[in-house]
């Protein structure tokens, strides 16, 4: 067998099984919550995932100009540095959900419901904000094996492919990049 078949099979085997734990994990998080010590607050996280969710976008951008002006060795270091902050981001997005009460879009009184009066005050505005936080959670789940593929086919050399994936994982990722900060900033006034 090839080395960078063997390699390439070892590494879709990986990514499948990142792509199950990272599900589960996102799964479980809204239904466990782990009690944080008294005084200690991981209320800083989500302005921090939207700096990280944005800065991913200008990574990637910066990587998409990269390779559309043949410097190469630039891509590769940028989508480094974008699979970093992702993975930077996972793994604070999973630990601040893990232990903090979910914050609802319309909530000004912070008790968890978003009674009639709160939806009325918001009105179509929720409705956006729903859409477009339901398309970023669901196109992040989806996208997530796909961009670990597209990596693990320039990673063993198999160019063309890359290329045939990038084609569509690219924006699908620049998608989920932009619109975390979007919400996060459309939620910021209703965290406590």
């Known amino acids: ?96 959900h893990f232990t903090s009460p979910e914050v609802l879009y319309g909530d000004t009184n912070h008790d968890g419901v978003v009674d009639a009066a709160e939806k009325a005050a918001v009105a179509g505005a929720r409705t956006f904000y729903l859409v477009l936080l339901i398309s970023h959670i669901t196109l992040a789940g989806l996208i997530l094996p796909f961009i670990l593929f597209t990596f693990i086919r320039a990673y063993t050399g198999q160019y063309s492919r890359h290329r045939q994936m990038a084609r569509w994982v690219f924006p699908l990722w620049l998608y989920v990049a932009l619109t975390g900060p979007i919400c996060y900033f459309m939620l910021a006034p209703y965290y406590p």
């Open 1 to 96: 067998m090839d080395t960078n078949k063997a390699l390439e099979r070892k590494l879709n085997i990986a990514a499948w099984i990142i792509t199950v734990a990272v599900l589960f994990l996102v799964g479980l998080m809204r239904y466990v919550k782990i009690p944080l010590p008294d005084g200690v607050s991981l209320s800083f996280l989500p302005p921090f995932h939207a700096t990280v969710n944005a800065l991913t976008a200008v990574v990637l951008i910066l990587a998409y100009y990269y390779i559309r002006t043949n410097h190469m060795e630039m891509h590769r270091k940028a989508i480094y540095v974008a699979m970093g902050l992702s993975l930077l981001f996972l793994l604070s997005y999973v630990a601040y």
